[in-house]
């Protein structure tokens, strides 16, 4: 029998795609929205004292070991912007449209070679809510934020996020293809190490 872990997230794309890594270390996978989990306030200040924050939480609201994500995209011309509030950078949260808009306008007067950013991922892994030694993972992806949006695959800052490497946007990629080589996939890589 597998044992049961929570997911702190509502995100159904984000549950099965950790869901088909951690099954074949034996647990069953369940999203803290099918726990009525609420997601607590993200107070913290880097991207892994948010996913140990939300960790922690559903663990303590589940009584099952938790893995929480936190992740976002880091500007450098913007001081690291929109970072920790990539899903909420234009003020709502979850506006992808309104967030692209607002980081194609503080980036208007930046030049090509200015443009650096990459993707971060830090996924979080706790036996139990006081767990003193967690299992944090960390996957990072470089690129470069272009000038107009690209791509229809994705989501989030996908279309604006090019990536040398693969020689196109993350929306110009087929989605198995992201899924290999994205932040969340090389922070599961790494959490896969560990387990």
Same mark, same amino acid.
């Given at each position: 029998m597998?044992?049961?872990?929570?997911?702190?997230t509502?995100?159904? !794309?984000?549950v099965k795609?950790?869901a088909d890594?951690?099954?074949d270390?034996g647990? =069953?996978?369940i999203?803290?929205?099918d726990l009525?989990i609420e997601? @607590?306030e993200e107070t913290g200040?880097?991207?892994? =004292?948010?996913?140990l924050?939300?960790?922690?939480?559903a663990? !303590?609201?589940?009584g099952l070991p938790?893995?929480?994500?936190?992740? &976002?995209?880091v500007?450098?011309a913007?001081?690291?912007a929109p970072g920790?509030y990539?899903a909420?950078y234009? !003020?709502?949260e979850?506006?992808d449209?309104?967030?692209r808009?607002k980081l194609?306008?503080e980036?208007?007067h930046?030049?090509q070679?200015?443009?650096?950013?990459?993707?971060v991922?830090?996924?979080?892994?706790l036996?139990?809510?006081?767990?003193?030694?967690p299992?944090?993972? #960390? &996957? #990072?992806?470089h &690129?470069?934020?272009?000038f107009e949006?690209? !791509?229809?695959?994705?989501f &989030?800052y996908d279309s604006?996020?090019?990536? @040398?490497e693969q020689?196109?946007?993350f929306? #110009?990629? =087929?989605t198995? =293809?992201?899924k290999?080589?994205s932040?969340?996939a090389?922070a599961?890589k790494?959490?896969?190490?560990?387990?």
């Amino acid at each position: 029998m597998k044992q049961k872990i929570v997911l702190a997230t509502g995100n159904k !794309g984000k549950v099965k795609e950790m869901a088909d890594v951690l099954s074949d270390f034996g647990f =069953e996978v369940i999203a803290q929205t099918d726990l009525d989990i609420e997601s @607590p306030e993200e107070t913290g200040l880097t991207f892994v =004292e948010n996913a140990l924050l939300k960790a922690r939480y559903a663990s !303590g609201k589940s009584g099952l070991p938790a893995i929480a994500d936190d992740s &976002g995209l880091v500007v450098s011309a913007l001081n690291g912007a929109p970072g920790l509030y990539s899903a909420r950078y234009a !003020g709502e949260e979850g506006n992808d449209a309104k967030n692209r808009e607002k980081l194609l306008a503080e980036l208007a007067h930046f030049a090509q070679d200015k443009r650096q950013a990459k993707f971060v991922s830090c996924i979080v892994f706790l036996q139990h809510p006081t767990d003193p030694s967690p299992i944090i993972a #960390e &996957g #990072e992806c470089h &690129g470069v934020i272009g000038f107009e949006e690209k !791509g229809e695959n994705g989501f &989030g800052y996908d279309s604006l996020f090019f990536s @040398p490497e693969q020689g196109c946007t993350f929306a #110009e990629l =087929e989605t198995a =293809e992201k899924k290999k080589i994205s932040h969340r996939a090389r922070a599961l890589k790494v959490l896969k190490s560990k387990l």
